[in-house]
């Protein structure tokens, strides 16, 4: 018996995010995921687009950007991306991603340059 989910609860563990994360959580759990799942990361692999695509969807879906989703009801495809594990080593940690992004070094400011 499976059970039934809402698409933005599914988005939501796909990205392994909660519904409610804040927006630069839920851009780099986006980030995590596509270091592993990226197209370019995976060449010679046919669902590696789509694999992509499910996780910009679940992006979207929980910054509100799509109301309508089609790739997180495809619960083989939501599976075969959970299942499928992210190399931690390769990523780096939250604070890492947020320095990189929002932190000025030269000028110590969080305004991006």
């Not at 790739?71 to 299942?83: F, G, Q």
Request: hydrophobic share 40%.
């Amino acid at each position: 018996m499976t059970e039934l989910r809402e698409p933005i609860q599914v988005a939501a563990e796909i990205l392994g995010v909660d519904v409610c994360a804040a927006y630069s959580r839920i851009r780099y759990a986006y980030y995590r995921m596509m270091k592993s799942h990226h197209p370019d990361r995976n060449r010679g692999d046919p669902r590696a687009d789509r694999r992509a695509a499910l996780i910009n969807e679940a992006k979207d879906l929980l910054l509100g950007r799509i109301a309508t989703p089609t790739l997180v009801k495809d619960a083989e495809l939501v599976s075969e991306v959970m299942r499928q594990p992210v190399f931690e080593a390769e990523v780096m940690s939250y604070e890492e991603w947020l320095r990189s992004r929002f932190f000025n070094m030269e000028q110590c400011s969080i305004w991006p340059c």
